[in-house]
């Protein structure tokens, strides 16, 4: 049950996050919007985790930065950061809401190629859901 109560919190948490960046984005340039938000993240994230844990292992850093699989994972992170501010700007914010579950598609394929994942019949039928319901959304070229 814990499981589910943070998922959920998770899911608010990422819900609510749009609108708030949207309504400061649209106010400001969009590299210092980043920047800054970077800078904020960079200061209260490790604050955060040694709060609420002190399982951190300085001597894997050295193996975290000669991972290949980790540096491309970080440059995917700042390119796709950059993308969602910059399609934010550019768009209203639901518009990114519903092109996000795209994401669970992409997660699914990449799971299965590099992890070895399996494909099920729930994980098909789940992709052809969300594929329908952006279709849905975007069939008529309206945003």
């Given amino acids: 049950m814990k499981e589910y109560v943070t998922l959920m919190l998770y899911s ?10 949207k309504s400061v984005i649209n106010g400001v340039n969009i590299n210092s919007f980043y920047f800054w938000k ?3 993240l960079a200061i209260f994230v490790p604050f955060a985790v ?4 002190n399982d951190i292992h300085i001597d894997q850093a050295q193996n975290l930065f000669t991972d290949w699989r980790f540096i491309v994972s970080a440059i995917l992170s ?6 969602y501010y910059y399609i934010m700007k550019n768009n209203d914010v639901s518009y990114l809401a519903y092109i996000i579950p795209l994401t669970i ?5 990449s799971a299965m190629l590099f992890l070895k994942e399996q494909l099920t019949m729930d ?8 594929l329908s ?9 309206t945003r």
């Fill in 123 to 130: 994980k098909i039928i789940g992709i052809i859901l969300i």
């Fill in 105 to 109: 598609v992409f997660t699914l394929l």
């Fill in 12 to 21: 608010i948490i990422w819900g609510i996050i749009p609108t708030f960046d």
């Fill in 133 to 141: 319901g952006i279709y849905i959304v975007y069939r008529n070229g």
């Fill in 78 to 83: 700042v390119v796709g950061n950059f993308l």
């Fill in 50 to 53: 040694l709060t609420f844990t």
């Fill in 38 to 40: 970077t800078i904020i």
